[in-house]
């Protein structure tokens, strides 16, 4: 829930589609560590993390919906 929560605040606040990579980084650095500890990636949720946080950064940013730019006469 902590996770929904964060992530949907990041997407809100930066808006930009971009911002769905940020998880699949951040899981992929974690999960390079672990492998590179020489722990096992089986017991931990690094795919189904990365997986929420990505769809909740998603949301997030469609709930920022930006009011389309009308042109301005002179």
Known sequence: MVV??????VGAGVGHWWAMALPLVLGTIVAASLAAGGRSLADTPIAFIVLVATAAIGGGVFLRRRPPRTPTLP
């Open 4 to 9: 929904l929560v964060i992530a949907v605040g």
